[in-house]
């Protein structure tokens, strides 16, 4: 079955150090994003890619990275410059050409708390 | 950034009701997106509409492109505890930059 993976679904880390949250997709999507989630809030990009080696900076950028060096593997890494990591971060792909190719399809997230 | 106006923010009904929720715009959007999410999980595309005056069903949901390309409408009839989670919608404008514009969303909550 096609889909989104993220892993670990729960991750703690202390305050200070850098984690990297995984996300991998075999829907053959070109774009690949990440989102973060606070309570009661919406969802706020943090980065995105439209093609391997490719990546641009979304809303909320400042203290993450991402790399992408296959299409089926987008990482992001949460680095000790975040002032609040603790969230619920969301992967997401689609396709860049046709005619639903606006349509995002989610993993099930990762819940970062940092102690 | 920019939000969508999504309203209401919560909702508590009774089963078998209809529910109806909205989204608004300042801008004009090319593409809403209605998602669904369970606590803990990812969001589920439920219904995606791109032409104004659109109207899809996918079950007993059923979504509006408004005429005016600046809202959209979601509707649920005859509700079951199952519809129980947080509905947003997005949508996408004019340009390339593929970030979705996203609403806070409508919490809702069924009575069996």
Redesign the interface.
Known sequence: DGG?T?SPKYLFRKEGQNVTLSCEQNLNHD?MYWYRQDP??????IY?S?IVNDFQK??IAEGYSVSREKKESFPLTVTSAQKNPTA?Y?C?S?L?TG??Y????????T?LTVL | ?Q?LNQSPQSMFIQEGEDVSMNCTSSSIFN?W?W?KQDP??????LI?L?KAGELTSNGRLTAQFGITRKDSFLNISASIPSDVGIY?C?G?GAGNN???I????TSLAVNP
């Open positions: 989104i993220q774009a009661g809030q919406g969802l706020r990009l995105y439209q979304g809303d619920f969301l997401a689609s860049v005619p639903s606006n349509e995002q399809f989610f993993g099930p997230g819940r | 950034g939000q593409t997106l998602y803990g999980e990812g969001p589920v595309l995606a791109y947003f997005a996408l593929r970030k979705l996203w609403g806070l969303g």
